[in-house]
């Protein structure tokens, strides 16, 4: 059974432009969460989706956005690039979001230049 | 917040030795989660622990849930080298209303481990 796919896996982009990152969950899986990791802070939660509802939100600026699509798919976008958005940016999905066993997806290394 | 301490924060093994790191919080946790992160992959889920006293084996990993539900520990035994990598302990984040925190893990700062041939 496919993981969870997140494209692109890599990315470079400029101060001041916006990105949008894409995940495809575990067929299923309904739930869909976003982490960003940072040397400096570690994974921290970002935001939760089910059923194309945010259910959980992390301390991530309004820059910070997500959405969830009726198959489950999820994108997450950063708008006005800061250098220190650089990081790795990983999904995770699970089938409603409380089995907490969540399986995670290889990521994808945003570089802001 | 709630925060989870992991120590040691590196180690460097031999192959074949038993090694063992800890996670401990200042608040309880339901559920214990261990992961491991390769460089430039996700974290992948080896043990999740849900009953405070439980111990759980998976091959040459064993983890136990604390009995004050304020700590974890995994062992990896006969190391090897494709142990090398970071490991993660995890819980599910505190809610304010007590309730069920979506999609929310708190995650320990993370153990790097080095294993020579």
């Known amino acids: 059974k496919a993981g969870v796919t997140q494209t692109p896996r890599y990315l470079i982009k400029t101060r001041g432009q916006q990105v949008t990152l894409s995940c495809s969950p575990i067929?299923?899986?309904?739930?869909v969460s976003w982490y960003q990791q940072t040397p400096g802070q570690g994974l921290q939660f970002l935001f939760e989706?089910?059923?194309?509802?945010?259910?959980n939100k992390g301390n991530f600026p309004g820059r910070f956005s997500g959405r969830q699509f009726s198959n489950s798919r999820s994108e997450m976008n950063v708008s006005t690039l800061e250098l220190g958005d650089s990081a790795l940016y990983l999904c995770?999905?699970?089938?409603?979001?409380?089995?907490?066993?969540?399986?995670f997806g290889s990521g994808t290394r945003l570089t802001v230049v | 917040g709630q925060q989870l301490n992991q120590s040691p924060q590196s180690m460097f093994i031999q192959e074949g030795e038993d090694v063992s790191m800890n996670c401990t919080s200042s608040?309880?946790?339901?559920?214990w989660l261990w992961y491991k992160q390769d460089p430039g992959e996700g974290p992948v889920l080896l043990i999740a622990?849900?009953?405070?006293?439980e111990l759980t084996s998976n091959g040459r990993l064993t983890a136990q849930f604390g009995i004050t539900r304020k700590d974890s520990f995994l062992n990896i035994s006969a190391s090897i080298p494709s142990d090398v990598g970071i490991y993660f302990c995890?819980?599910?984040?505190?809610?304010?209303?007590?309730?069920?925190?979506?999609?929310?893990?708190?995650f320990g700062q993370g153990t790097i481990l080095t294993v020579h041939p």
């Open positions: 995770a999905s699970s089938v409603s979001g409380t089995e907490y066993g969540y399986t």
């Open positions: 067929s299923g899986h309904r739930s």
């Open positions: 989706y089910f059923s194309e509802t945010q259910r």
């Open positions: 608040s309880i946790f339901n559920t």
């Open positions: 622990l849900y009953k405070a006293g």
């Open positions: 995890a819980g599910p984040a505190e809610t304010n209303a007590g309730g069920t925190s979506y999609g929310k893990l708190t």
